[in-house]
């Protein structure tokens, strides 16, 4: 089943996350990915998806970090691991790991900042840029994205969680 705030295509229920139309204990999964940081409250989205999941349950979730703003005017926060950790402090935490490692971030962020410029500047940058990137995803990311990044990681791109309803 998928919920959004707005109505759309493949949409089933139109809710706010703050307030799910459902019973308490009615899902074994909660699925939420990249909406953690364009809700109002956070901790009231978590504690919802605590209510409807069923004891045992699961909360997959991803979230950005170190990201431009996407969404404006709606993209409100950004979590470390230790926010998540906060946020989720009454279940047990499966799984918390960094999407990407520092290096994969910084050119993240030069794709999108370069991707936004105009004129000569932005032309010849994109041409060298470009290329270059997509011969860097090939040969690095795709490894270190792949490996295990660690908590001592200073910054990264977004974060993955699976916690359990206790």
Known sequence: MAIDIRPQDGVDVCADAHMLPFRDNSFEIVLCTEVLEHVHNPQILVDEAYRVLKRGGRCILSTRFCYPI????????????????????????????????ELT???????????????????VLKAIW???SYLFRKKYLVR???????????????????AVKL
């Open 70 to 101: 996407h969404d404006a005017p709606n993209d409100l926060y950004r979590f470390t691991r230790y926010g998540l950790e906060y946020l989720f402090k009454k279940w047990e935490i499966e799984l918390l790991k960094e999407d990407t490692d």
């Open 105 to 123: 971030t910084v050119g993240t962020l030069l794709d999108f900042y370069i991707f936004r410029l105009n004129g000569l500047l932005g032309f």
């Open 130 to 132: 470009f290329p270059l």
């Open 144 to 162: 270190k994205r792949a490996a295990n990044c660690d908590k001592t990681r200073l910054f990264s791109s977004g974060y993955q969680l699976v």
